[in-house]
Nanobody, 115 residues
Framework: QVQLVESGGGLVQPGGSLRLSCAVS????????MGWYRQAPGKQRDVVAT???????TYADSVKGRFTISRDNAKNTIYLQMNSLKPEDTAVYYC?????????WGQGTQVTVSS
């Protein structure tokens, strides 16, 4: 079974930065997709950024130029560097691992952008 542990959330002022981490246990061999998603209260869970085992990366239009997704294969960890944060970025951020039609989710970490 795949397990995901997230960290790095917190409170930050507009224009500030945070770096989220997601450590994955279990096998990550083969073809997979990992990504960061976010969900504000009363709203749908939306994709923020994804990265595949082949290295392909996608970003939501709302975060392009501000967020960067990356991975460290040796540590089985992905990261989300968030810069120039805006109040509308406030949400619970979730890490997801997908392989062979199965999705595995982290517990979520709160990101709050407020002055």
């Amino acid at each position: 079974q795949v397990q995901l542990v997230e960290s790095g959330g917190g409170l930050v002022q507009p224009g500030g930065s945070l770096r989220l981490s997601c450590a994955v246990s279990g096998s990550t061999f083969g073809i997979y997709t990992m990504g960061w998603y976010r969900q504000a209260p009363g709203k749908q869970r939306d994709v923020v950024a994804t990265i595949t085992s082949g290295g392909s990366i996608t970003y939501a239009d709302s975060v392009k130029g501000r967020f960067t997704i990356s991975r460290d294969n040796a540590k089985n960890t992905i990261y989300l560097q968030m810069n120039s944060l805006k109040p509308e970025d406030t949400a619970v951020y979730y890490c997801k691992f997908s392989k062979w039609s199965r999705d595995y989710w982290g517990q979520g970490t709160q990101v709050t952008v407020s002055s």
